[in-house]
């Protein structure tokens, strides 16, 4: 099966598997796993804050960054189509009490101007507006990578009212390396910000959750209180050190791959992809003028051994990552069209 349904489908290298093995371990929850201090202390640094935290998933690190930053009553401001928004259980709302303030935006990404015209002004009947929230990339964006001149643009309205600026940074390191910028660039005037190691970075589980000294003291106390503190968490953090020092550049093959599905999709009748050029490793594709629904093609790519996710009735979602290669590319397009054009043929029939 080539599975192009999310770069979660990544599964550890046998270089990573060694790592792992060979971990130094200690016990997590009294900050003695060496491997795990290493690995924050590392994060820490590419991300230019004091500190940083392990946690078990990417969702944790965005729910405890609420929890830290936020009372009940407090406001987000949010991409509509950002993770958190629809795919987090309403964590936010359901144990912080916080609500999300949304701006529609197809690519994810929205201006300073936007961010400004939904920062409430300081009345008691209104929420008091606490953080601007921003996806880097932007997932249901299409893979999107926000420029930083943006990003400080915002901080700065941002600033002027009190707000923090929070990183959702599952795929950060996807920026950097189509940007060539380092993770600072885009950190700077952020308040956290985390990457997930279980992405494209091709780790089994966890992500690093960074910011000031005194933020991640605070996510101590609530990754406790969720049940996230761990023990010989070394095993996980040693896989996350190894990805640091063998999985970021390669991250540009996975651009490549992408493109390069992108380029072979819309060679295809009937079929678009979504967006102004894909900027990283992620790939929506319009299927609308195929005469077929995203699930039924869906379905007879499985018969292939294809996985491409569905995102809604006519849309489809492909991600590359670590497990997938150039010649995969190329059977995926020979998938898609054969699928395509024997639909086509068949209709023809019905119509005869
Ligand atoms: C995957 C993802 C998350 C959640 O990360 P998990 O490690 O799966 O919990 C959050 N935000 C974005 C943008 C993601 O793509």
Redesign the pocket.
Known sequence: MIDLV?D?ATKPTEGMRAAIAAAEVGDEQRGEDPSVNALCGRVADMLGFEAAILL???????LVSVLVHCRPGDEIIAAAN???VG??GAGASALGGVQIRTIETPDGRFTAEAVRQRIRPAKARSPRTRVVWI?Q????GGGTVWRNETLDEIADVARESQCVMHM????LLNACVASNLKPDAYTRKFDSAWL????GLGCP???VLAGSRSFIDEAWVWKHRLGGAMRQAGIIAAAGLYALDHHVQRLADDHVNARSLAAGLSQIEGVTIIGEGVETNLVFIDVSRTSRTAAEISEALIAREVRIGVADKYRMRAVTHLGIGRTDVQAVVEAFRSVITAGSTQKEKTHA
Do not use: Q
């Not at 990339?137 to 249901?140: C, D, G, H, I, Q």
């Not at 959702?168 to 795929?171: F, I, L, M, N």
């Not at 997930?196 to 992405?199: F, G, I, M, T, V």
């Open positions: 999310s979660t078990p998933s990417g969702i944790m690190s965005n950002a993770h958190i795919s987090e996806e990339t932007s997932n249901a959702d940074g599952a795929r997930d190691l279980s992405k589980v966890g992500s």
